[in-house]
């Protein structure tokens, strides 16, 4: 593989430049994902909340929406769903290097308001699921439920350590905060990708806790969560055999999101979309 021209001549491009080049392209692949996710949230959610047309948004969905809640439950639910769209303008603005170092205190503020939406999604998100019964069943909501709690864990200990200072820990604790929290939206690209590359359900169930539903549903998070501490491993490594080895691991990760999100906007949010864009005509 071949990257940069030194005098006419390609050079080979080093195991550390590409393990930083699979890092970035993951995270503007990430990015570009939510991107959609936050237009789908105000199309789906907030566009026929305000127009009064909710039953629109209930109808699109997969399980009974809030049809059946009461109406704390109810506005819960859409309180719990729609700062996602905020989340993901702030959860980029939180990961743009000139952003860090040239606004530290726009950085500061960004922070507290994603830490603080993380956590209310976390905790809300737990209540809707074994309060308010918005489950589709109890073993295939296992996974979203060690997600919730790890939000809450990794969320402390980002905001422990950048209080205390210790920016090497925050670093790495805020990218672990940062996949717990977006983990509800990968098992959408995970689910969608295994769809689109098994031609349809594999696995699955119409209750979502299907062998593979399961394994998804944890693999949402913990997958990146393993990626990225072979990344921060491989970046101190002083060996090309791990730079090289945990890079091909990491292009498998950013290939399988690459897929997920053309899957998810294709076959899930698209259609959604088009049914409420129908439904309001
Ligand atoms: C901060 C992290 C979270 C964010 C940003 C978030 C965001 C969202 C969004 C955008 C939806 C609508 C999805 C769609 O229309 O496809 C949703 C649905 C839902 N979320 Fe969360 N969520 C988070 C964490 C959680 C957690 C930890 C749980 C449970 C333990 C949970 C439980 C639910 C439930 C029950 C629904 C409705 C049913 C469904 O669409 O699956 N969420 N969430």
């Known amino acids: ?14 195991a550390q430049n590409y393990l930083a080049w699979v890092a970035k392209a993951w995270v503007a692949v990430v990015l ?24 629109v948004t209930h109808e699109v969905l997969p399980g009974t929406g809030t049809k059946n809640l009461s109406t704390f ?12 769209a905020v989340m993901a303008v702030s959860g980029l603005l939180q990961l743009l290097p000139s952003v860090r170092s040239n606004y530290p205190k726009l950085h500061r503020y960004n922070g507290r308001l994603f830490f603080t ?4 999604g976390a905790l ?5 699921t074994w309060v308010s019964g918005l489950r589709f069943s109890d073993i295939g909501s296992m996974g979203v439920t060690l997600n919730g709690i790890l939000i809450v864990v990794f969320i402390a200990l980002a905001w422990r350590t950048a209080i205390k200072r210790k920016f090497a820990d925050h670093r790495r604790f805020a990218v672990h905060a940062y996949i717990a929290v ?11 990708a295994w769809y689109l590359l098994n031609q349809g ?10 062998p593979m539903d399961i394994t998804l549903s944890f693999a949402s ?3 990146p969560m393993l990626i990225a501490e072979l990344v921060f491993w491989a970046q101190r490594s002083k060996q090309q055999r791990v730079k090289w080895g945990v890079s091909a691991f990491a292009t498998i990760g950013l290939i399988y999101t690459f897929i997920g999100v053309g899957a998810a906007a294709m076959m899930m949010w698209g259609p959604r979309f088009q049914a409420v864009a129908a439904a309001l005509s």
């Open 124 to 128: 809300s998100g737990l209540y809707l």
């Open 73 to 84: 439950d109810g506005v819960l639910f859409f309180a719990h769903i729609v700062p996602a």
């Open 117 to 120: 939406l993380g956590l209310s």
């Open 201 to 210: 359900p594999n696995g699955n169930s119409r209750l979502v806790d299907g």
């Open 1 to 14: 593989m071949s990257s940069s021209s030194v005098n006419g001549r390609l050079q080979p491009i080093s």
């Open 182 to 192: 977006n983990g509800v939206f990968s098992f959408r690209l995970y689910l969608m």
């Open 32 to 55: 570009f994902g939510q991107m959609i996710f936050a237009l789908y949230i105000v199309a789906v959610y907030v566009f026929p909340t305000l127009v009064g047309q909710t039953g």
């Open 221 to 223: 998070y913990l997958l």
